[in-house]
């Protein structure tokens, strides 16, 4: 599905810079682009999607930091602490959708 979608963006993309189909129809086609960003069930999806990705690096961070934390220089180390603790004291609203 994902890899659909990619194509059909390409797709209008590729004919939105490829064409000389004028003004009315680029018109046209961003305010169609706009509609679908504004559905709300296509934020919702935006949304939960962004949330899974989050939750996966999470995962993957913690798998990674287990097997490799010990082997990287103090430095590193250290750095990664900081910002990890920083991230959990500041958490951001991207990817929230007020709908």
Known sequence: MRYRLTFIAGLAIGYVLGTRAGRERYEQLR???Q??????TVRNSVESVSLSGREAATK???AVSAKVGDRLPHSVGDR??????QRANN???WGTSNT
């Open 60 to 62: 993957a961070f913690g």
């Open 35 to 40: 509609r679908v960003a504004q559905n709300p």
């Open 80 to 85: 990664v602490r900081s910002l990890r603790e």
């Open 31 to 33: 305010k169609s682009a």
């Open 91 to 93: 958490e951001d609203d």
